[in-house]
């Protein structure tokens, strides 16, 4: 039985107009199965014209919208949290402001969910400039119980592709403020708790790959969002010590090596492309 669901998407003063625009009709009016609601999450004062477009899309929607708007920005867990707690529906899927949604995305979807699984992701394009150049392709695993495995050593989900039951992700705490890393943990205490989980191989999302994209995956301030990730994961009980030692030194080392070694690691390894 078709069940109605919430499109959830946070923007901030660091998105762009014209993305949000393209990203949000991406995901409404060009979907083949539309959502039932929006919940555009404003994760503090954002610019003019930005302001300008999110009233515009809200007004112009073929489906109800609203807007959600948060004194200051206390980052992506804070504003996704707030905005699960303003969605009509319990199913919710999840979407960037700079990212596009393909046509059929919730068509594919929609019924892996309503058959009775919890969390459902997908793979994606990645692009840079231009969306019809793909510079990436992130495939992630499919089957449970290979999500249940690689989730112990990289994140088995690309966060703008999923759609999940809100009651479970509620039920475990949310995202919470654990920056950089609150999907990741959000997915590793889902399954800790059972849930059913899924993946589409087929790309149902294009990705935007903006300039700076391998610097952020690097530095001090993600190492210590790695190692904080890890040693929850610990307290959770969802690695071993075995596996939160190798965490430890192949993902920290990760975070530490020049930007060259980075990029070609995440491209042999993480977001393949063949042409």
């Known amino acids: 039985m078709a069940e109605q669901f919430s499109l959830l998407l946070p923007v901030w003063a660091g998105d762009r107009a014209d993305f949000l625009t393209e990203a949000f009709r991406s ?12 919940v555009i999450v404003r994760d503090g ?22 807007v959600l708007e948060l004194d200051r920005n206390d980052g992506l867990g804070p504003a996704l949290d707030a905005g699960l707690e303003a969605c009509a529906h319990d199913v919710v899927a999840r979407m960037d402001a700079d990212d596009i949604s393909l046509p059929h995305r919730f068509a594919v979807q929609l ?9 459902v992701g997908s793979g994606l394009q990645e692009f840079g400039d231009d969306p019809d150049e793909v510079v990436g392709l992130r495939t992630p695993p499919v089957d449970a119980d ?55 191989a087929e790309p149902l999302v294009k990705y935007r790959v903006g300039a700076g994209a391998y610097a952020r995956r690097g530095g001090l301030g993600q190492l ?52």
């Open 27 to 38: 995901s409404v009016q060009d979907q083949t199965r539309r959502p039932d609601h929006v």
């Open 146 to 200: 290979d999500i249940a495995v690689r989730a112990r050593f990289v994140d088995p989900f690309n966060h703008p592709t999923v759609v999940y039951r809100r009651d479970l992700v509620r039920a475990v705490g949310g995202y919470s403020d654990f920056a950089l890393m609150e999907d990741y943990l959000l997915w590793a205490k889902m399954l800790v708790a059972g849930a059913r989980v899924a993946n589409v």
């Open 45 to 66: 004062p954002v610019p003019a014209p930005l302001e300008a477009a999110i009233a515009r899309l809200a007004a112009e929607s073929p489906v109800p919208v609203d």
């Open 111 to 119: 019924p892996i969910i309503e058959s009775g699984v919890d969390l």
């Open 224 to 275: 210590r969002a790695e190692l904080a990730v890890q040693r929850r994961f610990r307290e959770l009980g969802f690695t071993s010590r075995g596996q939160f030692a190798r965490n430890v030194v192949v993902r920290g080392g990760y975070r530490l090596v020049p930007e060259s070694l980075r990029r070609m690691a995440y491209r042999r390894v993480i977001a393949t492309y063949r042409g």
